[in-house]
C-alpha cells in the first residue's frame, strides 16, 4: 500500500516493481525478483518458462499489474505459477487503478485418500 500512496496510479508496471523492491528491503521483507520458473510435462522439463515478479519469504508468489481492469487471465496467471512453484499462498497487486487492488490466492494441496 505505500508503494501505491507514494506513487498513486498511472506508472508502468516496471516502476511499481522497482519501488516495491525497495519497499521490501526498507521493511526488511524476503524476497527474490523476477524469478523464472521452469516447468515440467509428463516427465520431461520444458523450455518454455513463467517468470514471476516476486517470490517472497520462500512461500508467497507476488504478481503485480498496472492495468484499468483485472480479468480471468491474470487470476490464472497467479494459480499457474502457484502449480509451477508448488507454493499455497499468491497475491495479485493492480497499481493501474485508483485504489489499490488486490486478490489473495490459496492452491491447496489435494489429499489423497488411501
Do not use: W
Request: glycine share 8%.
Amino acid at each position: 500500500m505505500e508503494v501505491h500512496r507514494q506513487l498513486g496510479c498511472g506508472f508502468l508496471e516496471p516502476v511499481y516493481q522497482e519501488a516495491l523492491g525497495i519497499e521490501f528491503s526498507n521493511q526488511g521483507i524476503p524476497f527474490r525478483r523476477e524469478v523464472k520458473l521452469t516447468l515440467d510435462y509428463k516427465g520431461h522439463r520444458m523450455e518454455a518458462k513463467y517468470c514471476v515478479d516476486f517470490i517472497c519469504f520462500e512461500s508467497v508468489v507476488v504478481e503485480l499489474k498496472a492495468l484499468v481492469r483485472l480479468s480471468g487471465t491474470e487470476e490464472a496467471q497467479v494459480i499457474n505459477y502457484l502449480k509451477a512453484t508448488g507454493y499455497e499462498v499468491g497475491l495479485l497487486v493492480n497499481f493501474g487503478t485508483r485504489s489499490l487492488e488486490h486478490r489473495r490466492f490459496v492452491l491447496t494441496k489435494s489429499v489423497k485418500s488411501v
